[in-house]
């Protein structure tokens, strides 16, 4: 069976060079071969654990498919008829009890890695003074409740360096909160509160929905922007009250309409005089609407009256255009 | 039943062409009509995986809207699992079981063709709810409520109900089928066949059969609750009325992933079957295989939370769910060395059934190592629900199932057919798909790692987001002409009569099916010899030799 071997040789030589030209494309870029680069200390510890168990199941990958390549060079036919046999082994006991009993402690070694990298992933460091935040996950933005009680949309506030508590929570469907370089991710379950936490250096960290939650899931995105102490304590302290009718209508609102209310996956709103009416809208954001075409999530459900407000005075200023006399639109 | 032989294949309209089909009871037909429906199914869940690689070759394609991409994307992964991989499993059972055991037929023939056209009607019903009110369920295949539930934001359409009633139809089909392997294998094996010298493919069916019986029911229950939800006003899954969603997720899990092993063990028995017939070897430690077959089955009903890492179940549970998932790494470990160790001074002949086994273990050998990291749940927490975990499921549902069903159906296509499937078409096969498939999964270990969500129709970064994506819809393409291959050989062996026309045993296998002709009569034996050993074609072999010298 020699002219089996240009096809064989072809398959090794093809599959080193997809192999090398991807390892050498990722390694260039130092992306995708492990996770994002950790910013935060349960992050970095996650990375730890994920090298060790690298390092395992790299080691058994070489030994099974190096055996594997070998015996297929080495055993190989070369001509010999059907009915040549190989030694009628039927099998070895010893040999069973080696390849039972090493995984069984690689896997143990495993197992006391991880568990020894858990507490630091699972736990923050003691801090003086942690924040408490609760991140509230909804069709199709992230809203985050910040200890004064001010509100932002998508874009989380935090002090840098200062230890984070996430309280996450959800009222509509799952969803999950994910910021690679923050830890890993944790759903946002309707009737169930989770934890997780993080501390950041300075710096702005992207991430995004990671459980299927509906027509935009894929749009789902959070920015966690850590800064100086006294930039948070300005931003909540006034910035956020005073911008979170533009985030919610950018962060919410035209995630379907638009960014100028000209509509999208859902209607045209531009010139919808309940854009303006604080009642009428109040209604639909806490129970949703079910048209003609469609459906909109209540996705005001747990805004409270001072965020009406707000987005009613954004939404008169920017989007509404009231149809003027004559009858034509926008 | 067993004393009225001409009901079986009667004269008169039933022996038509195409009635006959429709009226069959026999084993082989009905196994041979399970394979074909899958292979369809297949094709149709091939298509939609293409519309899905194609909206996602590069960043902000227009290609799919936002809701087709979900439910293309629920009804692959239903398509796939319900549809290709259980079905095809019980059609290769159906054609091989009585004949490795040397029956005359499934235990119960009537059962057997209900099962069949249960699952034809549970595939209708699913496809045909693209149709529905709403189009087809877009929950993903999980269905995980509050977004299957009936709310105007989550899933109102019919298509949800749809979804549900072909679970069910499908379970039933899938029990049916069960009792009757296992019925069959624990009572027809002829003569002197015990069960230390049964077949390994008949032990991974057992197996299969028993953890369809176990796991089914969940699912049932599960998406009954659902329905209820949907269309009774019950608040089963419903938190503000006191219903509760994690009950869904381990409801679903508890079958969701003995459904992995139901899908994966008889792709081990293939495997098992088919590398000792290629290495002219018996295969090492069959009690070691068999056993690990049980071994696995029994812990994969341990296991099922840690795809539920990241909702918050508590050091606890996570640390049990953690130990048992890596326990499983090692009966399986066990048969990977196993195999290798089967073609340790082998005599390998390279036919296709061989190469398609040896891509499954290489290719399932790196699905199973990428799984330890998944089973380590702090490393979950960052992977999971990414497209590393897509790469890693595709690598052993894929490179592992689906590469061994190639090999399965090289092998057995002479004795199904009579004729041979030509050798070169069938490498090209292999090489197409081996290199497609890498392509297509092994960027999207590295997209998860990057951030990438899975079950996002669209992405906004370009760099290596795009390069990944962009090669792994290069390779979905190189993988669905390999199969276009396949299916040209097909055309090529037997509408054009290409095939050569093979005897009773081609490869000169070990295993009682190849006793008989190829394709085998309607009563499969003539006789069947007393068996001595796993092996009874080689030992007739031997004393055939034997007696000439």
């Known amino acids: 069976m020699r002219r089996k071997l240009p096809t064989f040789v072809l398959a090794v030589v093809v599959a080193l060079a997809t192999a090398l030209v991807t390892a050498s494309v990722a390694a260039a870029t130092n992306g995708g071969l492990t996770p994002v680069q950790p910013e935060s200390p349960n992050a970095s510890h996650t990375l730890t654990a994920y090298w060790v168990i690298v390092g395992f199941t790299g080691a058994i990958f070489f030994l099974v498919e190096g055996l594997l390549i070998a015996f297929i060079w080495k055993y190989r036919s070369r001509g010999r008829g059907r009915a040549v046999e190989g030694p009628q082994v039927h099998g070895h006991s010893r040999l069973e009890v080696i390849w039972t009993v090493i995984p069984v402690l690689i896997l143990c070694a495993i197992g006391i890695v991880v568990f020894f990298q858990l507490p630091k992933i699972d736990a923050a460091p003691a801090s003086a003074h942690p924040i408490h935040i609760t991140v509230e996950g909804h069709q199709f933005y992230w809203q985050f409740d910040y200890p004064n009680k001010t509100r932002s949309i998508n874009t989380l506030y935090v002090p840098a360096g200062r230890v984070v508590y996430l309280k996450v929570v959800a009222t509509d469907v799952i969803h999950s909160w994910w910021i690679p370089a923050l830890g890993g991710k944790i759903q946002a379950i309707p009737g169930k509160v989770n934890y997780t936490w993080f501390k950041a250096p300075p710096g702005t960290y992207e991430g995004q929905c990671a459980e299927l939650c509906g027509v935009y899931h894929a749009s789902m995105t959070a920015h966690v922007v850590a800064e100086s102490q006294p930039a948070y304590d300005a931003y909540i302290g006034a910035q956020a009250a005073a911008t979170i009718g533009k985030q919610e209508w950018s962060g919410v609102c035209a995630t379907c309409h638009g960014n100028l209310g000209q509509g999208g996956y859902g209607p045209n709103i531009a010139t919808n005089s309940l854009l303006v009416q604080v009642a009428g809208l109040e209604q639909i954001l806490r129970n949703g609407f079910v048209g003609g075409t469609g459906a909109m999530p209540p996705v005001g459900d747990t805004w409270n009256s001072a965020q009406i407000q707000a987005l009613v005075a954004y939404v008169k200023k920017n989007v509404y255009k009231a149809a003027p006399a004559g009858g034509a639109t926008q | ?549």
Do not use: C
């Open chain 2, 1 to 549: 039943m067993a004393t009225r032989s001409e009901a079986v294949y009667p004269v008169g309209w039933k022996s038509g062409r195409v009635a006959s089909w429709l009226v069959t009871v026999d084993h082989k037909r009905i196994g041979i009509m399970y394979i074909a429906t899958s292979i369809f199914f297949f094709a149709l869940g091939g298509l939609l995986a293409i519309l899905m690689r194609a909206q996602l070759a590069g960043p902000g394609e227009h290609f799919l809207t936002k809701n087709s991409y979900n439910e293309v994307m629920t009804m692959h992964g239903t398509t796939m699992i319900f549809l290709v991989v259980v079905p095809i499993m019980a059609g290769f059972g159906n054609f091989l079981v009585p004949l490795m055991i040397g029956a005359r037929d499934m235990a119960f023939p009537r059962l057997n063709a209900l099962s069949y056209w249960l699952f034809l009607l549970g595939g209708l019903v699913l496809w045909l709810s693209w149709f529905s009110k709403g189009g087809a369920a877009h929950a993903g295949w999980w269905s995980y409520p509050t977004l299957s539930e009936a709310m105007p934001w989550a899933s109102p359409g019919h298509g949800q109900d749809y979804w549900i009633l072909a679970i069910h139809i499908l379970t039933l089909s899938s029990i049916f089928g069960a009792i009757n392997f296992i019925v069959t294998i624990h009572n027809m094996r002829t003569a002197g066949m015990t069960w230390m010298r049964m077949p390994l493919f008949v032990w991974a069916m057992e197996t299969y059969s028993i953890l369809l019986i176990l796991a089914m029911p969940a699912i049932s229950a599960a998406v009954t609750l659902l329905l209820l939800d949907r269309n009774f006003g019950t608040h089963f899954f419903i938190p503000g009325h006191g219903g509760s969603l994690l009950l869904y997720q381990h409801m679903f899990w508890f079958f969701g992933h003995p459904e992995v092993y139901i899908m994966v063990l008889p792709a081990f028995g293939m495997i098992s079957e088919i590398l000792p017939v290629f290495s002219r070897k018996p295969i090492f430690g069959y009690k070691a295989v068999a056993f690990s077959t049980l071994a696995i089955a029994f812990f994969s009903m341990l296991v099922w939370a840690h795809h539920m890492f990241t909702t918050g179940l508590g050091l606890g549970l996570d640390g049990f769910f953690m130990i048992s998932s890596m326990v499983i790494a090692v009966p399986t470990g066990i048969k990977i060395f196993n195999w290798l160790a089967t073609t340790w001074r082998g005599n390998l002949i390279f036919d296709s059934p061989l190469l398609f086994s040896f891509g499954f273990l290489a290719l399932f050998t790196f699905g199973g190592l990428t799984g330890i990291f998944l089973a380590a749940f702090p490393v979950d927490w960052q992977l999971n629900d990414s497209y590393f975990i897509v790469a890693h499921f595709h690598y052993v549902a894929f490179g592992g199932i689906v590469f061994a069903l190639f090999a399965g159906l090289y092998y057995w296509w002479p004795k199904m057919f009579g004729r041979m499937l030509d050798e070169r078409l069938a490498k090209l096969n292999f090489w197409l798909m081996f290199i497609g498939f890498n392509m297509t999964f092994l960027p999207m270990h590295m997209l998860g790692l990057l951030g990438m969500p899975r079950r996002v129709y669209t992405y906004h970064h370009g760099g290596l987001w795009a390069v990944y994506n962009g090669i792994s819809t290069a390779g979905g393409v190189l993988t669905a002409i390999g199969v276009a291959v396949f299916v040209a050989n097909i055309w090529i062996t037997h509408g054009l009569r290409k095939g050569a026309r093979v005897g009773n045993d081609p490869w000169m296998a070990d295993t009682l099916e190849w006793y008989t002709t190829s394709p085998p009569p309607p009563h499969n034996f003539d006789s069947v010899p007393y068996v001595t050993s796993a092996r009874p074609l080689r030992d007739l072999r031997r004393r055939l030799a034997e007696d000439a010298t």
